[in-house]
């Protein structure tokens, strides 16, 4: 009788508590709270683990990955790091950060608005804000431009890291250490449960689900899906046809300025990232006014759903943004506001 009611106290007891690998390879036992790991949420509900999923991270080797990521190079105990780009790093393309205020919210002009207030840029790569917890990659038309190499990358965090740094930062293989150490940064980083903004009652169901039916299970976890982003889709629907542009005339320059100063400068002011210099002045604003039409690279229809390649002598190439990074309307405005800079 004894035993029987010890069981029933431990059960009673592990209902809020879920196990998980502790780093040196032991297992602690934590509760599922608002600090928990969505990952280590998730599983605890009965989900599949992620294909990269990891135990655990070594804290030495993610602050090398976080130089990497944003420096490039990075030395790492008897390995001297060589930059991986000489022409970009990861934060020229994707931010670190939040984008929206909601995790879930992929409205163009929330991340617009939320870039200006935030004073961080409007960039054309999704952020790398939660991306441990995607489980795709390299989405929808992402193939139209790198064909196969993509096909392998689309369920693998680990893949689409290389291809990035090969392919869509114009540099090289990343070494196993140099992987590795970017993998653990964002395993630091991955979600917590804290960062999905759940409700009260979303919570409490969240935190007492792990050892009910599986029909409550499966219910906490579709709680946690709708918080969060698993992939962000992304198509290629090239350059508008010349007779829908408006070229302006249906845009607002005041948002066209937002996208101006916080996406197009961010690159080419000064010449930063590529050999096109822009400035805030009515000589930038006459270059591109006079390029608006047509299909070639210097025309701002053109090159932004359409971007340039990395050539000989230009490897710093323009990364397209997809429809669902930047709208046609989006687009009208940015002319709307290029025509305002060229005749002031």
């Not at 990955?65 to 990861?90: D, M, P, T």
């Not at 205020?101 to 790398?128: C, H, W």
């Not at 804000?129 to 689309?154: C, E, H, I, P, Q």
């Not at 369920?155 to 992987?179: F, K, M, P, V």
């Amino acid at each position: 009788m004894k035993l029987n009611l010890c069981i029933l106290c431990l059960a009673s007891i592990a209902f809020y508590w879920v196990i998980s690998a502790a780093a040196d390879g032991t297992s602690s036992i934590k509760p599922i709270d608002k600090n928990t790991s969505l990952e280590e949420a998730r599983i605890a509900l009965g989900a599949a683990p992620l294909i990269h999923h990891m135990d655990a991270f070594d804290a030495e080797l993610a602050v090398v990955g976080e130089q990497l990521i944003i420096q490039g190079k990075a030395n790492y105990k008897e390995f001297k790091g060589k930059r991986i780009s000489s022409y970009f790093v990861c934060t020229d393309c994707h931010n670190l950060g939040l984008e929206t205020l909601e995790l879930t919210s992929v409205s163009q002009q929330d991340r617009l608005d939320y870039a200006v207030q935030n004073k961080i840029p409007f960039l054309p790569g999704s952020t790398l804000f939660g991306v441990y917890n995607r489980t795709s990659f390299y989405n929808d038309d992402y193939d139209k431009k790198y064909g196969n190499l993509v096909f392998g990358a689309r369920d693998s965090l680990r893949n689409a890291i290389q291809l990035c740094a090969e392919y869509c930062a114009s540099g090289r293989t990343l070494l196993d250490w140099e992987l590795e150490a970017m993998m653990h940064y964002f395993k630091r980083e991955e979600l917590t449960l804290k960062d999905l903004q759940l409700t009260t009652d979303e919570m409490d169901l969240v935190s007492t689900a792990s050892n009910k039916t599986a029909k409550i299970k499966d219910a906490a976890l579709s709680v946690l899906n709708d918080h969060y982003v698993t992939a962000y889709r992304a198509h290629f629907p090239g350059a508008m046809n010349e007779n829908k542009r408006t070229y302006g005339a249906t845009g607002n320059a005041l948002n066209g300025k937002k996208i101006y100063e916080s996406s197009c400068m961010f690159c080419h002011g000064n010449a930063r990232v590529t050999y096109l210099n822009l400035e805030n002045d009515v000589l930038s604003g006459s270059f591109l006014w006079n390029n608006k039409e047509g299909y070639g690279d210097k025309s701002i229809y053109q090159v932004i759903r359409w971007g340039t390649y990395p050539i000989a002598g230009r490897k710093q190439y323009m990364p397209l943004y997809t429809t669902e990074k930047l709208t046609d309307g989006q687009i009208e405005d940015l002319l709307a506001y290029i025509k305002q800079l060229a005749n002031k």
